[in-house]
């Protein structure tokens, strides 16, 4: 017989509120309640978007795992907002459900037509803003979707961290897929692209990963500055690059410098990435990104006032990441205080970020055991489980990020630990980032999560 639905709630309740810190509790979990669970799905319904956001983006994995132990078989989770009349709108707020070992969901989409990966729903050309930084790019975007393997072939798309090529990428996927719907649409990061590879050689299935590749209509590659030094991928994206260009199919790629800064990249393939177009997206001026701070406070149902938005732009000028994070943690701080968006309550929490906060060895042991759905004791723990000591290698990354700590001082936070095993974790996870985009974006979302909590903790004066 299925335990209540009540029931369920309050043994989660329970659980998370040992597992989780107080004010993420309070403000995260405490204001969420579940709904039903029907056809081994748990609906939650959160106050506001910003707070079903939030839950969806740091702690599904961990509401998730709950239940499972509860329950003893996996569910999946869905996120929703409460409407009005307190019944909730599922079919808009979709998420992925339960991504095991994968600490920080992706908001992604069902898949439409045939991607590789999932495209991000809010990646689409009507909610990018054009300014000057990126007009080009925009453009040949548009023209890109509009007429695949024509004029622009490749787009090469290049430009700082977080500052749209990604988003544009994606845009033009979601054109081509609605307009066709059955259109091949490959969105795949380079790191992607290179493990698939490495598991078709170990698989003996080179016949089926070139196929693949190479019946894409549009091919959307991210990240390919990674293919640095990678000879054998190199080699095999060149033929999948000639084959899809030769039979009039578009690739588009994004990297953070155009081909002729990538080191060690072959010259054929440099040649053949500037045969195209190389549009590049600089930083935004303030007007864009004040209207692109009030086209994102639009689509989360965020009033802000014209000085706020210019407040937060002003202070975050070079990726719009980072912009879009301090827009989060504002209304998070605004949230959580219970206050009145106004730029003096919002002063303490948006400092700009070259401003360093020192972050305190507990506000980072909180953060990694929230974020990988473990208590401090494990962390400081001898155990040896994966999750355990990958949480614990990642945690003395950022500890020596963000404080000053000699490396004995990180070993004895986690209970003790040799300041050689602190080298050892803190160049392995260094060497892994450059290469691993995901883990680069978890420790990004991490690094952030840690500065918005010692923030709030220096203005709080704790
Ligand atoms: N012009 C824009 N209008 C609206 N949103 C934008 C714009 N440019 C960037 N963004 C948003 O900023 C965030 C970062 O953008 P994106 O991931 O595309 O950056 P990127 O250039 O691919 O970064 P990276 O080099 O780290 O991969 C996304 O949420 C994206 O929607």
Known sequence: MELPIESLWNQVLERLQVELSRPTFETWIKTASAERLENNCLVIITPNPFARNWLQKYYINTIANVVQDILGKPVEIYITVAQGDGVSNLGEQKVTGYLPNQSIAAETVPKKGQTTTELNSKYVFSRFVVGANNRMAHAASLAVAESPGREFNPLFLCGGVGLGKTHLMQAIGHYRCEIYPDSKIFYVSTEQFTNDLITAIRNDSMQIFREHYRAA????????????????????FFHTFNTLHEAGKQVVIASDRPPNQIPRLQERLCSRFSMGLIADVQTPDLETRMAILQKKAEYENIHLSKDVIEYIATNYTSNIRELEGALIRAVAYISIGGLSMTVENLAPVLQTPSEKVEATPEVILTVIADAFGISIEDLKSNSR??????????????????????????????????????????????????????????????????????????????
């Open 217 to 236: 209509d549009v091919l959307l590659v991210d990240d390919i500055q990674f293919l640095e030094g990678k000879e054998y991928t190199q080699e095999e």
């Open 385 to 462: 489980r994966r999750e355990i000591s990958w949480a614990r290698q990642i945690g003395m990354y950022l500890m020596r990020q963000h404080t000053d700590l000699s490396l004995p001082r990180i070993g004895e936070e986690f209970g003790g630990k040799d300041h050689t095993t602190v080298i050892y974790s803190y160049d392995k996870i260094n060497q892994l980032q450059q290469s691993d985009r995901a883990l680069l974006q978890t420790l990004r979302q991490l690094s952030d999560r840690i500065n918005m909590m010692s923030r709030s903790h220096k203005s709080s004066g704790k």
